[in-house]
């Protein structure tokens, strides 16, 4: 029989390859994985060392490094989002409102769609209060949180039906639509239906925010989005996303 050592009184099976003998002559186990070191696969009964599966700890450390780099990135380009809308709308306000915001909503538009939808929401909320701080948007306290609340419409649209990797062309379409129409109703409702109504302001200023938040968002919206859409790809392909 094959595997079976013969001897004078009784078959005792013979020992495995490469394992030692015990006190009958029988096996005292297999010999320890190390034939598989040379194929690349990793003793499962030992952790830690050198070309062996690592620890638990070892395996929360890496975890925990990479959620912290990963954090890290998303705050920083966050905040550079940020620098780079009010930086634009600073350079760009000599040019007149269409410029200056297809620039904003193109840069709300990138940050939502190659950063994240916390980002893009981080961006909307926060960039009007820093405009108004800095003397570039309108110089009336009351609008500040309006125009704030017209951007986030404007990401969470565009984030929550196009963000998120590859999407059919018909859905950023849909989106690209939805997020402009939306925050040119949410401004025009807020500042030109309702603040405009109820604040103490002059007729020439009634005029001039009525005009600056009516249909020009939309077109500054669409502009806006529909050239962050044809760079996002471009982007995330640059940073590997």
Partial sequence: MQGVK?????????????????????GTGP?????????????????GGRGERPSHREQEDVYMKSAVNRRALYITETAVMTALLIVLQAVTKPAGQYVTGTCVNGALAVSVLAVGLWSGVTVAALSPFFAFLLGIGPQLPQIVPAIAAGNLVFVLLLGLLAGGGEVPLWRRGIAWLAAAAGKFAALYLLVVKLLCAILPLKEPQVAMFTAMFSYPQ???????????LLLTPLIRRAVRR
């Fill in 6 to 26: 013969r001897t004078g009184k009784r078959n005792i099976p013979a020992a495995p390859p490469g394992g030692g003998q015990g006190p009958s002559g029988y």
């Fill in 31 to 47: 010999a320890p994985l190390t034939f598989l070191r040379p194929c690349g696969i990793m003793n499962p009964f030992k952790t």
């Fill in 218 to 228: 939309l077109v500054t919206a669409l502009a806006g989005g529909g050239i962050a």
